[in-house]
């Protein structure tokens, strides 16, 4: 394959991608189609999507793999200090989860289109926990969950893992509805939002365990 037929595919690729995220942002995933897609990502009939993601889903499986993978990266360069040797604490903890979407989303309004758009099947997703740690490479994992047992080692095991997923569910709603909004993440507006869903899924994850809550857990 010549070079010039490559840039032209890959063109081709990101243009549908990007038609898909803005339409998905708009409508949900449920309602897009393949034809709005290939009409807003002005291509002539259906070949292009079939030849490049063979159909809908795999275009959105596609998009999903390339937004994640610049997250992934994101997060990778704000542990490097804490991989390195420092002691995060829960606020730290609590940064390196929302900071890099958050702020992909600030500098790239087609990312922000994704928030908008996708992050709503992570708050629907039946493993949310898994599908964060599954987005975060090996020693990083390893760092966020191990260092969030120290830190909350008054919280029972039975309770950790449910607080982290309504944690997460309420961090892709947020992120989500945020995104909404075209200023929603600049300026003083977009600083206010991040710090306090920082601060508020801080609270959440590190809220004392009621009596009778240790009690159901207990019984």
């Known amino acids: 394959m010549s070079e010039a037929r490559r840039r032209r595919g890959d063109e081709t690729r990101q243009r549908l991608m990007r038609a898909a995220e803005y339409l998905v942002a708009q409508n949900g995933i449920e309602n897009v189609t393949v034809r709005a897609i290939i009409q807003e990502g002005k291509q002539k009939n259906e070949s292009a999507l079939q030849y490049h993601f063979k159909n809908r889903d795999g275009l959105l499986k596609a998009i999903y793999e390339d937004r994640n993978g610049q997250v992934l990266a994101a997060r990778q360069q704000l542990l490097k200090p804490y991989l390195a040797g420092k002691l995060a604490s829960l606020a ?37 926990v898994r599908m964060f740690f599954d987005n975060t490479k090996g020693e990083g994992a390893s760092l966020i969950s191990n260092r969030l047992r120290e830190l909350l080692g008054d919280i029972p095991d039975a309770i950790l893992p449910l607080r982290l997923e309504s944690m997460l569910r309420f961090t892709a709603m947020s992120m989500s509805h945020q995104a909404a909004d075209k200023r929603g993440f600049q300026g003083l507006l977009g600083e206010q939002f991040i710090a306090n869903l920082q601060d508020t899924i801080a609270g959440m994850l590190s809220a004392p365990v009621s009596p009778a809550t240790t009690k159901l857990f207990a019984d």
């Not at 940064?95 to 992570?122: K, N, T």
Request: with cysteine.
């Open 92 to 128: 730290d903890i609590c940064r390196l989860m929302v900071l890099p979407s958050f702020e992909l989303a600030r500098d790239d309004v087609g990312f922000r289109y994704y928030v908008r758009g996708f992050a709503p099947s992570i708050e629907q997703s039946s493993n949310p």
